[in-house]
């Protein structure tokens, strides 16, 4: 694996800022959905279809894991591989997902509901949100551990750079994990 120099302190501060940027986007991007369910619903709320959409997203992440990692340690690591591991985790997580998605809507007879299909899709998409920034707030944490030293965190910076298939992780702006732009 080919090694890159860690950005400068002022990049990783540039991100820091986009992702402190970014959290109130997340929030505005589900606040609308929310507020039509609850209008949509009145009194009745059934928040347990949107505890089971994000247990839902959960769910197809952990079905696809499997695969992910098994193509990942039939590739190389080199740039071109690390390309086709993206594409093919990008291949894999639409028939993962709409699959949990179409078995719960059916399962659980949600799908002749119109409230209940917006529940697991609201649930679903809450969790997605959630990810997102934990995951920008990880990257960042990353960064500042790998400039400070931290052998663990420099090795993990330069696995995420392989594993992006980009040069510099940093360079795609972390407003693309707001739902519809994954």
């Known amino acids: 694996m080919e090694y890159k120099p860690l950005p400068a302190d ?8 986009k992702v402190r940027c970014c959290f109130p986007l997340l929030l505005l991007s589900i606040a609308p959905f929310v507020i039509v369910y609850i209008l949509m619903t009145r009194a009745d709320n059934d928040w347990m279809i949107l505890l089971a959409g994000a247990g839902g997203w959960w769910l197809a992440l952990l079905l696809r894991m499997p695969c992910i990692l098994g193509i990942k340690a039939v590739l190389a690591d080199s740039p071109s591989q690390q390309a086709w591991l993206t594409l093919m985790t990008i291949l894999l997580s639409g028939p993962a997902e709409e699959s949990v998605r179409v078995a719960m809507l059916f399962a659980f007879g949600w799908a002749q509901r119109f409230e209940a299909t917006f529940a697991l899709g609201l649930g679903w998409t809450a969790l997605e949100l959630v990810f997102t920034a934990v995951q920008a707030l990880a990257v960042t944490q990353l960064l500042r551990a790998a400039k400070a030293g931290d052998p ?24 693309w994990g707001i739902p519809g732009c994954t």
């Open 152 to 175: 663990k965190a420099v090795e993990a910076y330069h696995v995420l750079a392989a594993q992006t298939g980009r040069e510099d992780p940093l360079g795609l702006h972390p407003a």
């Open 10 to 17: 002022e990049e990783i501060d540039a991100f820091s800022r």
